[in-house]
């Protein structure tokens, strides 16, 4: 599959956050974003996932055939656990036919049985960290996008 990125701007609160960005991705490569906070690195990989919409320009996927939806992960500097429930739920919620079962064994490769039951507002930033990598490689993707963690 490849992703192309033509003409994309996008603006927040009157502000360019992406102008004129021509990207295209192909399957099968490593690409890496680099640029200084607010440059629009982490609006151009919501963009990719479609998690965003460009204000201007256009998102072409060139494979569409044999990938009808593009399952994208993300890990993302803030994170995206709701901090209420417990790993378990925040792994088993990435997709609808992610069992209990699955989360719970994937998550015992990381973190004791013990802390797999309590508010991941209460596990440590490292495990919670954890609990996001298990969530993003849960599901087989096509893409996966992580940023900067630690």
């Not at 021509?22 to 690195?41: M, Q």
């Not at 982490?42 to 939806?69: C, H, N």
């Not at 069992?99 to 719970?104: C, L, P, Q, T, V």
Request: glycine share 6%.
């Amino acid at each position: 599959m490849t992703i192309i990125l033509e003409h994309i701007t996008k603006i927040y609160n009157g502000r360019k956050v992406i102008d004129d960005l021509n990207v295209e991705i192909e399957d099968g490569r490593c690409y890496a974003f680099v640029g200084p906070e607010g440059a629009g690195k982490t609006t151009s990989l919501k963009i990719f996932m479609g998690l965003e919409q460009p204000d201007e320009g256009q998102v072409a996927r060139m494979g569409d055939y044999k990938y009808p939806t593009l399952h994208s992960a993300y890990v993302s500097q803030a994170g995206q656990l709701n901090p209420k429930k417990n790993a378990i739920w925040n792994v088993k919620k990435v997709h609808r036919w992610a069992s209990k079962g699955r989360a719970i064994e994937e998550l015992k490769r990381f973190l004791p049985e013990e802390r797999l039951d309590i508010p991941v507002s209460e596990l440590t930033d490292v495990e919670r960290r954890l609990v996001e990598i298990v969530r993003a490689f849960l599901f087989p993707q096509i893409l996966l996008f992580w940023m900067s963690l630690f």
